[in-house]
């Protein structure tokens, strides 16, 4: 089966800054893809890439098994919601109805009135006099309106409040086990994903740091506890990501290729936030990156 | 994608509409009005015949009206700055091109469509004023033969359909490039009123080359007739040299005759007895009178050329604003 996205050293250039660098991604068919990162990492000009709102500077790009272009028939199948929620703030969630009726092929507007109806929205009330949360939920159901195979989110629920952000994520779980339908969504907070996505993309710096099913990932990477000692067999048979030193214990996020035997260390499962914040800190401190050291005793 | 465009721009086309429709009742009643004054005034001064100085007689209509007809001369930047500024850069501003560009339709589609309607809009609406200024002004067109004059040639015929599809071409350009609202408004004006003036002001009177009448002293005057534009005029010398003081500023001249220009011995004569001072130009060698101009009969050609420099420029923008919109990302 083709992947949903699949990026081979994509590049993006702006005049002085390099916004994405060799980013090499596969997202599967039918998954939720949390693309997570701090400000400025990247995530918005991957997304706009995805969507064809910005041309690559290098690098291969293939979404749902096309080159994103300007193209009817691209489009169609994309639902790209930009991180301001940009609607027309004079017209109402029905005139949204009818401009999405007349600028797609494919389009289900009963789908979004129910929705919205359901939520208590009006549908004849300015989209610009809405909350945040609500106009995020009319972005939504307008954006699922075209039935499309991808959908990509920019911090869809930045602008939400927790209740609110429960059901925008629970509509999106809903819309993917309906089947057909791949999401990316992007978030700087790791909380606000677990729960709903199946699949990670982490950028930091611009650069992708890791990529894949959630589930393996988790699998793959261990947290060891142990006394403050030499750790060069550690580093000989491991990917080591992070390492938290005091003066007499240390703490170290590895990626594993096979048991880990040291008995002077404790292994433990790691969770999806320490995995994250473990890269993060990584990219933070890039050289050397595997003398990362949090504490104040030296 | 027409749709979008009447639901986000209708009330701007009601408002335009509904202005449009008092100036034309204005403009309807007091034209006929001013109509009527003048056939009754060309009747009597036929009884007396003295309709050979009529203009410098009659007045038509009021100032106040006649103010604000001359007024119109803004429209076609109006039109610029309120539908061509913001007609991108207000999507660009708040974001909604993204929203636009991401439903199944093309940015050229999206492009074609916005910019297609706020021509064909400015072109209707800027004709449509034009076309009452025209109808207006007719009798005064008649009286004082003045239609090549800034002010006249400006705000008649077809020449603001031209300014009005440029201003908007300019406005939609300028938002494309700076993706924001208000500096491109700014814009349009500084550009357009500037290249206004400056076509207007220092390219016009070149595009025909003009007519010189050359009168010799002691020959039947003769002077052009109707609406002509006058460039130049003055007195032709020994050698068939044209004399003339085109710029103001340059010393006195008498019928464009600059008086420096004149034999001493006659100068005094310009002042105080003109009609000896023929006989005495004559008797130095002087041959006559010239006058340069642009006949009444080219004024349409004058038009055309005015409005296709402007439709031109016009097209130019949007090639500009194609190329900018469609390979700069959103």
């Known amino acids: ?298 | 994608m027409t749709w979008l465009v009447w639901r986000l721009y209708r009330n701007q086309a009601y408002l335009a509409a509904a202005a449009l429709a008092v100036f034309a009742v204005l403009v309807v009643i007091t034209g006929r009005q001013m109509a009527s004054q003048y056939q009754s005034a060309l009747a009597s001064c036929a009884v007396s015949h003295s309709c050979s100085t009529l203009a410098s007689r009659l007045t038509l209509g009021t100032p106040l009206l006649s103010f604000l007809v001359t007024l119109t001369v803004v429209v076609p930047c109006l039109l610029g700055v309120f539908w061509g500024g913001p007609l991108v850069a207000r999507e660009f501003e708040t974001g909604t091109s993204q929203f636009a560009w991401t439903q199944s339709i093309t940015r050229g589609r999206w492009l074609t469509v916005k910019i297609g309607w706020a021509l064909l809009a400015a072109a209707a609406w800027g004709g449509a004023v034009s076309a009452l200024v025209t109808w207006w002004s007719s009798p005064a067109n008649a009286l004082n033969q003045q239609n090549f004059q800034a002010g006249q040639f400006d705000i008649q015929g077809i020449v603001p359909i031209g300014y009005a599809l440029f201003a908007v071409a300019l406005g939609v350009s300028a938002g494309a490039l700076l993706r924001r609202t208000v500096p491109a408004m700014a814009i349009t004006i500084v550009v357009f009123t500037f290249l206004r003036l400056v076509i207007g002001q220092d390219l016009r009177s070149h595009y025909l080359t003009a007519v010189t009448i050359i009168n010799r002293f002691g020959h039947h005057m003769r002077t052009p007739t109707g609406s002509y534009w006058l460039v130049s005029q003055g007195l032709v010398g020994r050698a068939g040299q044209l004399l003339s003081a085109p710029t103001l500023g340059s010393g006195l001249a008498v019928n464009g005759v600059p008086v420096s220009e004149m034999p001493s011995v006659c100068r005094p004569l310009a002042f105080q007895n003109p009609i000896k001072l023929i006989p005495c130009l004559a008797s130095h060698g002087y041959r006559g009178f010239f006058t340069t101009y642009q006949p009444a009969s080219r004024y349409w050609a004058f038009q055309g050329i005015e409005t296709g420099i402007f439709v031109l420029l016009a097209v130019a923008l949007i090639a500009v604003t194609a190329v900018v919109v469609l390979r700069r990302d959103a």
């Not at chain 1, 790009?61 to 691209?74: D, E």
């Not at chain 1, 006394?227 to 005091?246: C, M, N």
């Open chain 1, 1 to 298: 089966m083709t992947p949903a996205i699949e990026t081979r050293g994509l590049t993006k250039r702006y005049r002085k800054v390099t916004a994405l660098t060799d980013c090499t991604i596969t997202v599967p068919e039918g998954r939720i893809s949390a693309l997570i990162g701090p400000n400025g990492a990247g995530k918005t000009t991957l997304l706009r890439l995805l969507g064809g709102l910005a041309r690559p500077s290098g690098g291969e790009v293939a979404v749902l098994g096309g080159t994103p272009r300007q193209n009817p028939a691209f489009l169609a199948e994309i639902g790209f919601v930009a991180q301001e929620i940009p609607l027309y703030r004079r017209l109402t969630a029905e005139d949204h109805i009818a401009v999405g009726a007349h600028l797609n092929r494919r389009w289900d507007g009963t789908s979004v009135r129910q929705r919205l109806e359901s939520l208590n929205i009006r549908l004849d009330q300015k989209v610009g006099t809405l909350s945040g949360g609500q106009r995020a939920q009319v972005a939504l159901a307008l954006t699922l309106a075209k039935r499309p195979r991808l959908l990509l989110l920019d911090e869809p629920v930045a602008a939400l409040d927790p209740l609110a952000r429960r059901q925008f994520l629970a509509h999106l779980a809903e819309a993917v086990a309906a089947g057909g339908l791949t999401v990316v969504l992007s978030s700087h907070l790791v909380a606000d994903l677990e729960r709903t996505c199946d699949h990670l993309i982490l950028l930091a710096a611009s650069r992708v740091q890791l990529c894949g099913d959630i589930d393996t990932l988790l699998a793959q990477h261990q947290v060891l506890v142990g006394p403050a000692k030499d750790i060069t067999a550690i580093e000989r048979d491991h990917t080591l990501v992070q390492a938290v030193r005091t003066a007499r214990q240390q703490t170290l996020l590895i990626r594993r290729n096979g048991p880990v035997i040291d008995p002077a260390f404790e292994a433990a499962d790691v969770g999806l936030e320490e995995l994250v914040l473990g890269y993060m800190g990584q990219a933070a401190q890039p050289v050397p990156a595997h003398l990362t050291t949090v504490g104040e005793d030296q």
